[in-house]
């Protein structure tokens, strides 16, 4: 192995056994996540999603992360692709979910169960990516389907998700 070809994905000053940081939901974290936002860089109706979002979420978090090695060629590829990724899930068995491009930063993903969505690249640079999710999920638990819209944010190394 060619170890400057791995990259760590998830890394964080915060993790405890060098593998694992904890995941978090609060304010303090959520306003810092806010701030960073790249909302300058970003067209005004790009800006206008992700704030409506940020304003009206009734959810954030940081997700937890995992650190394990990776080829950053092929990390690259799956954010650049990542209908790739999802049909490997498939062919692995993992996932019945379909991610199909639509136009240039846009994808419709659906799982064939009434769960369904349309995924949006509003901004990327070297070490960011935003998206905007807009969807609804099903589950015969529920008698009226979820509906959502979603802003996640990848900033290497973490993700963070506010939803509404």
């Known amino acids: 192995e060619n170890p400057s070809a791995l990259l760590r994905i ?9 593998n ?5 939901s609060s304010s303090k974290v959520r306003n810092q996540a806010i701030e960073q936002l790249p909302l300058r860089q970003m067209t005004n109706e790009h800006r206008e999603k992700v704030s409506r979002v940020v ?20 990390y690259g590829y799956f954010l650049d692709y990542p209908e790739s ?16 491009p639509s136009t240039p930063n846009v994808y419709v993903g659906d799982v064939g169960d009434g769960t369904f969505g349309t995924l949006e690249v509003l901004y990327r640079d070297s070490e960011t ?13 529920l008698k009226q389907p979820i509906k959502s ?15 509404r």
């Open 10 to 18: 998830g890394a964080t000053k915060s993790s405890n056994d060098g």
């Open 20 to 24: 694992v940081g904890k995941g978090t």
């Open 55 to 74: 304003k009206e979420a009734g959810f954030y978090r940081r997700l937890p992360t995992v650190v394990f090695p990776a080829e950053s060629e092929c």
């Open 85 to 100: 990724a999802v049909s490997l899930w498939r062919a692995m068995g993992i996932s019945e979910m379909k991610l199909t």
């Open 129 to 141: 990516v935003l998206v905007h999710c807009d969807g609804q999920y099903k589950s015969p638990f």
């Open 149 to 163: 819209q979603s802003v996640l944010k990848k900033t290497s190394p973490e993700w963070l998700i506010c939803s």
